[in-house]
């Protein structure tokens, strides 16, 4: 009990420092939804995809491979050092290039600027550089530290972007003479490029906030440890691109299947499924550190077992509070009424985002196995099965198409994963618990959306009815999980 009660402590502090930011990135979608018509939330949402593309190429699955080896290594010196030296490479080739090729990949990746690619060039590489330092953090035990500096981020990203896209439409006329300095116009109207740029300025501060941390590095690069460095971590890259295909390809060939406006709107409503994803981020940050240094504890596997159990316990009660409370929370988060015309994919994304996390955690029996090629293999499968179902069901279901496609893509790679892990790394997980719950959070979940929205008490008794079950499945492990 006492490595889950750590696991636990963890996990809120790094929740804290995962999930805060992006909430206020979620609060922040109330300001596009404003500012931005459906076509340019469509743009700006593109331009975030790709710059996930580009984080998982430059970062070449290293972020887990220094785990992996940080723990089992004598050196822990050459372990930071050649994993840094990995990163540095890659992104001092891609500024160079990117920059001399920013012009060329304007209009092939649907920019109206050049500006648009040369900032996300630099976004880009500064993030991957922030890699290591924050993944130091982590596996030392300095959460305080790690959770600080990402609210910082965040923080100095709200200020500038609610500085540029709400306050400074309103100073340019007043201060015009000021203002002119910057090369910024009375006409001035903020947009997409202006969102970026607030990115770009968090971006910077954030690695120099690790500053401290990138000076301690002593330059001892072992070749033999890069080479199994990346080794065990280009499985986890190749998986990753599957990933970012799974989760982001729905927002690109849904505005070409389709057009930008509905894009805009599957983008606007999709951002509600983030509460979920928030959830797992948490559960993840936690989880990953914790599953390699229990790995050959006593116990370990039921430990797995019953995080697994909680994991979908806590993940329910998050899809079903969403759903009961969609209105409410699309209010607050979707301020533009023309978006809200797509809350109906809501449900659907927060179940589908539910087997991404039963996948994340599942994904342990691969990576504590050094079987990493078949999480490659998994994601590679998801990749394909997410662009067949969007060709598919988006032309047939609209936009639901997207939504569909997503649940169906992880709901396979989570039930492949499990069958495979029990027989490479056989964990005994409590599936009938885990069906059960999920069934009776599906039925409550269509019973509130279909016939009770906006019925604040009955969304209430609903979460009870919830909680309800939860408490006859698994009362027995209750009242110790309690006192963690």
Known sequence: MSALKSFFKDTVVYGIAAVLPRFINLALVAVFTSVLGKADFSDQTTWYVYAAFINVFLTMGIETAFFRYYTSEQDKGKVISSAFAILLATSLLFLIFGWILAGYATESLGFKDALFVKILVWITVLDTLAVIPFAYLRVTGRPIRFMLIKLTNITVLFIVTIFLLLMLPDLTPKYIDIFRIFGIKSDYKPGVIHIISANLVSSLITLLFLFPEMMKIKWSIDKMLIKKLLQYGWPIMVGGIAYAINENMDKLLIQHLIDKDSNGVYAACYKLGVFMSLYITAFRMGAEPFFFNHAHTDNAKKKYSIIMTWFVIFGCFSMLFVTVFIDLLAGLFIRNPIYLEGLFIVPVILLANLFSGIYNNLAI??????????????????????????????PVLGIMGGAVATLFTYSSMAIISWYLGHTYYPVPYELNKIFLLIAITIFLSALSFIYFRGHIIISCLTLCILGAVVYLVERKNLLPFIRL
Not at 365 to 394: E, P
């Open 365 to 394: 029996w691969y990576k504590l196995t050094d079987r990493t090629r078949f999480g490659m293999y998994i994601s590679i499968l998801g990749a394909v099965l997410t662009i067949v179902c969007l060709l598919v069901f988006v």
